[in-house]
């Protein structure tokens, strides 16, 4: 009896984890909250993010947590495309905390981990994986953290792995970044997530 209920719970654990879910709705904003003066908006069934007139850094932040999970989704730069995914971050203003999978024109690292306001870079893809990303076309990004460990794939290549305790010990929301700067504009579709145990 006790085998039979030990495998049921393993069964439903399974269905729970196992389970691809969309964050985005393709219709409006919900299930997100924008952070700061920069445009967050639904056309078509994409997401765009684009600079305001403040030309300031700007959020589009998860309103759940997530700890363990595999985010999958497809995002097109059109003008300057310098953006990111952040992952177990929160938030003070614009001012972010967390960790970033980066986004952003050929050559300037697309695929690695950047830690805001704390270390800086922890690691690039080198220059072989970076030619990965097809500017101004559709890229799929995939990125998996679980416990202290981050992998990155971009249009199926392996962009980065990592292992790094304080990652391990973070939590918080997934959010789409808009660089500062002015001249931005990038469409995100297809935003899926798996949570992981």
Request: glycine share 12%; charged share 20%.
């Amino acid at each position: 009896m006790k085998l039979f209920f030990l495998l049921l719970a393993t069964a439903f654990t399974t269905v729970i984890y196992g389970q691809s879910t969309s964050i985005f709705n393709g219709k409006d904003l919900t299930g997100w909250t924008a952070h700061g003066t920069e445009k967050w908006y639904v056309e078509k069934g994409e997401l765009i993010c684009e600079s305001g007139p403040d030309k300031q850094y700007g959020y589009l932040s998860t309103n759940k947590a997530y700890k363990n999970f595999e985010l999958t989704l497809q995002f097109k730069q059109e003008a300057n495309g310098n953006s990111g995914v952040f992952f177990r971050s929160s938030i003070d203003g614009v001012k972010i905390s967390g960790w970033q999978v980066e986004v952003a024109p050929a050559g300037q690292h697309t695929g690695g981990i950047y830690e805001s306001y704390g270390r800086g870079w922890l690691i690039q893809p080198d220059s072989v994986r970076e030619k990965a990303l097809k500017e101004g076309k559709w890229n799929k990004m995939r990125i998996r953290v679980v416990n202290d460990n981050v992998t990155t794939w971009l249009n199926g290549k392996q962009m980065i792995t990592l292992s790094d305790a304080r990652i391990g010990a973070g939590n918080g929301f997934i959010a789409l970044q808009i660089h500062d700067g002015g001249g931005i504009k990038v469409r995100w579709k297809d935003i899926r997530i798996k949570e992981l145990p």
